[in-house]
């Protein structure tokens, strides 16, 4: 079943704006990571957060972890075109052992960028 | 070339054949895992591997077949291709004593089951 679930499923921005997704989770986590995929290639990693962090920032994005909500958000902010693309959450158990590098991903928000 | 690729990167077959598609890595990861991505489900993972001759089923194993005799390569069979099969099949791979737990990701194969 999926541990992660986005929200919205698609947004449609103007170039300049502020874009946000949320993730939500079900079970406890060491970490969460946010993943991007443009159309037709592989999955590329964006950003890192740890259980016990709230907030990070990488360039123009910020996240935010809220782990009593088991919820995240990824804000990129001043949108560009090349910003669109698939952006997905990825998360992995609290448990040690052979399976502990496995990542549960969620469906995705497709991210639209006009120009 | 350095890094994860797959191949091939299209493949049409036909319902009931045997389809093997190929992962490689030049990092030495010890960490390999099989995803497929299908519309409306996200990435589910297959098998993963945490090592040459240890491999362990993910969410969805059933209908395919992994190995992994070296460490760079990690093939996926679909022993019997069914047209519920037809995704994209995505190899990843990770060091293993990474705290950072980063998966670096192949381009993907289409894969098309008539």
């Known amino acids: 079943s999926q541990q992660g679930e986005e929200d919205p499923q698609a947004l449609s921005i103007q170039e300049g704006e502020n874009a946000t997704m949320n993730c939500s989770y079900k079970?406890?986590?060491?970490?969460l990571q946010w993943y991007r995929q443009n159309s037709g290639r592989g999955l590329v990693h964006l950003i890192l957060?740890?259980?016990?962090?709230r907030e990070k920032h990488s360039g123009r994005l910020r996240v935010t972890l809220d782990t009593s909500k088991k919820s995240s958000s990824l804000l990129i902010t001043a949108s560009r075109a090349a910003d669109t693309a698939s952006y997905f959450c990825?998360?992995?158990?609290?448990?040690?052992?052979?399976?502990?590098?496995?990542?549960?991903f969620g469906k995705g928000t497709k991210l639209s960028v006009i120009p | 070339d350095a890094g994860i690729t797959q191949s091939p990167r299209y493949k049409i077959t036909e319902t009931g054949r045997q389809v093997t598609l190929m992962c490689h890595q030049t990092w030495s990861h010890s960490y390999m895992f099989w995803y497929r991505q299908d519309l409306g489900h996200g990435l589910r993972l297959i098998y993963y591997s945490a090592a040459a001759d240890i491999t362990d089923k993910g969410e969805v194993p059933d209908g395919y077949v992994v190995s992994r005799s070296k460490t760079e390569n990690f093939p996926l069979t679909l022993e019997s291709a069914t047209r519920s099969q037809t995704s994209v099949y995505f190899c990843a791979s990770i060091t293993a004593g990474s705290s950072y737990n980063e998966q670096f990701f192949g381009p993907g194969t289409r894969l098309t089951v008539l």
């Open positions: 990825a998360t992995d158990r609290s448990y040690s052992g052979a399976g502990s590098y496995q990542l549960t």
């Open positions: 957060i740890r259980s016990n962090e």
């Open positions: 079970t406890s986590i060491n970490n």
